[in-house]
């Protein structure tokens, strides 16, 4: 029996879906190809479910990296306690009660003074130094909070891997939760302390093997709220600016790796203030740095950021209006399996095409209303009811009302009469009315007055 069988087991109706073994597997959300390839000690369900009474899990290190963290140090070992035998703080110098309180969270806790280098797989590795038993190593920020429903999940999801692919090299990944933002599965935070993997890059650090590929990985149901990329924690502790020294450092000391044009990009670039020109320049660059095809192999420390650099390369082609060179990008995503975002940029561009092409219609009808005269002025009422309705469907809010008036006064109008009806009708049934409420949306109180002649 591979492991991907039994993990179908644990979601099919059966004795062996109600054991101990398969409610901890269920936490398992995906695993790497190879490892659900793995053959198990044993194709007999019941022998592995009473085996797994018995066992005894290796143990959990929480491992954390601190800087004048008193604010949030306590609530992040607190929400632990069902999940961690033990606690290493790998402080780089905090001057406030940081340390206190974390003793204060967990008596346990060991403290590890290690001075600031600019480098955050450096912090990262010392934990692989001090721990000297078989465990894991669970890497959570001083600003990730285990989510209080999932408090317990990650011992028991350790503890069931550990039991069947005790043999094997690979990392865990807890979903991490932004306040707010997106929600990231490939976080890889949970390694084994005794594996081969350790941590590289000075920021964006995740860890790879002696030859720098990406380790196996596992995908678990246990979720961190993380709030350190909140607007006014970002400001406050100017992690911009942090990310983007780190970024020029690691691309100066590895100027042929594609990956740091990428993070440099990505991190320095302000695409609400930046000119064109800037934009342009840093277009070339990535262009240049990402190449169109990735490189043959498993991913690895080189080249695991190619496919993100093309949906970057895609924002900053839509900035410029280049066209061909969305199109070349737009189809290399779809190429390497990101639908989604191939999907999202092609038609957000074809999309603005298009709503240019109906503007420049709304226009051109205006631009014809000088000509009116007793022989043609039933077109001209048409032309109005038209405009009106080329106004709702580009977004030419402003025009709709006008229009509309001037087509009703020459007995016409009467279709996009009953279109503002129904308008009315949805705006009245949006959820909890955000938008109303939002004086920023000023596109959307446009189209709810007009549709509430």
């Known amino acids: 029996m591979k492991f991907s069988d039994l993990l179908t087991l644990v979601r099919e109706s059966g004795p062996f879906s109600q054991s101990k073994l398969a409610s901890d597997l269920s936490l398992v959300t995906s695993v790497s190809l190879d490892l659900a390839d793995v053959a198990l000690p044993s194709s007999d369900t019941d022998e592995l479910a009473t085996a797994y009474m018995s066992y005894s899990p290796r143990p959990v290190y929480a491992v954390v990296l601190t800087r004048d963290e008193e604010e949030r140090i306590e609530r992040c070992l607190a929400a632990l306690a069902e999940d961690i035998d033990h606690c290493l703080l790998i402080d780089s110098g905090s001057t406030d009660s940081t340390i206190a309180r974390a003793m204060k969270a967990r008596t346990d806790t060991c403290i590890v003074s290690a001075p600031w280098a600019n480098d955050f797989s450096l912090q990262r590795n010392i934990a692989f130094r001090e721990v000297h038993n078989n465990g ?3 890497h959570v920020d001083a600003d990730e909070v285990l989510t209080s429903a999932h408090a317990g999940r990650l011992r028991r999801a350790l503890s069931a891997l550990d039991f069947l ?3 094997h090299d690979f990392v865990v990944s807890p979903v991490i939760a932004d306040v707010d933002g997106p929600v990231y599965t490939n976080t890889q935070r949970i390694i084994p302390a005794d594996g081969p993997f350790r941590f590289r890059g000075r920021v964006h650090e995740h860890p790879y093997d002696r030859r720098g590929y990406a380790p196996a990985r596992v995908q678990i149901d246990v979720r961190f709220d993380h709030s350190g990329y909140l607007p006014e924690v970002i400001e406050q502790r100017a992690k911009r600016h942090l990310y983007v020294k780190l970024d020029k450092l690691c691309r100066a000391e590895e100027p042929d790796n594609p990956k740091w044009v990428f993070y440099e990009i990505r991190d320095g670039l302000d695409l609400t203030s930046a000119s064109a ?6 277009f070339a660059q990535l262009a240049e740095a990402a190449g169109t095809t990735v490189p043959a192999g498993p991913p690895g420390y080189r080249t695991e950021r190619v496919v993100d650099s093309w949906a970057l390369l895609c924002e900053l082609a839509l900035r410029l209006g280049e066209a061909d060179a969305l199109m070349t990008y737009t189809t290399l995503l779809g190429e390497a399996g990101r639908t989604v975002e191939a999907t999202y940029y092609r038609t957000l561009w074809e999309s603005s095409r298009l709503l240019g092409a109906l503007s420049a219609l709304v226009d051109r009808i205006a631009s014809v209303g000088a000509e009116e005269e007793p022989a043609n002025r039933h077109l001209v009422a048409r032309l109005f009811d038209l ?25 016409a109008g009467q279709g996009v009469g009953e279109d503002l009806t129904r308008l009315a ?16 949306n000023d596109r959307f109180q446009r189209a709810e007055q007009a549709a509430d002649i």
């Open 387 to 411: 405009q009106a309705s080329l106004g709702l469907a580009s977004g030419r809010y402003e025009v709709v009302v006008p229009a509309y008036r001037e087509a009703t006064a020459r007995g």
């Open 425 to 440: 009708r949805l705006l009245a049934d949006v959820p909890g009315s955000a938008a109303r409420s939002d004086p920023r």
């Open 277 to 282: 020109a800037e934009v342009r320049a840093a």
């Open 165 to 167: 692919l005790g043999d």
């Open 136 to 138: 894991w190593l669970c």
